[in-house]
């Protein structure tokens, strides 16, 4: 079985690599528990403001969007560990797609991503079309 790669060991563009993953994970989980507790606090309100009809409605979307980022946020993790899993085997930064290295400045803003820009536009171009 393949030992697990040490975090001590990653270091340079690796350890950057890494840091910016962990970072992004942790953004992503207070956002989260943000919306969570968000949540809880909408649905108490709704029940104080049941007579208020179109308090209610407004409030149900409120409650959809923050469900719906949560599904969204949960997504992202798992990207981030899959990220982290490639990163560990050496394989971080190649497009999943064509294989080709994703520009640095693309990772930056997006640490954990799968594609060249070039495959994510193909890929959302055949999910719409
Ligand atoms: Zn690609």
Known sequence: ????????????????????????????????????????ASEVA??????????ISSD??????????????SRELKLIDEALERLARGEYGRCQSCGEMIPEGRLRIRPHAVYCVKCKTQIEKEQKG
Not at 46 to 55: G, K, L, M, S
Not at 60 to 73: F, I, M, P, Q, V
């Open 1 to 40: 079985m393949k030992k697990k790669r040490d975090v001590s060991s990653y270091e340079g563009d690796d350890l950057a690599h890494y840091e910016a993953l962990i970072k992004c994970m942790e953004d992503i989980k207070s956002k989260m528990s943000n919306a969570a507790d968000a949540l809880n």
């Open 46 to 55: 709704n029940v104080a403001a049941a007579t208020h009809i179109a308090d």
């Open 60 to 73: 149900a979307a409120g409650r959809d969007l923050k469900l719906r980022s949560l599904t969204e946020n």
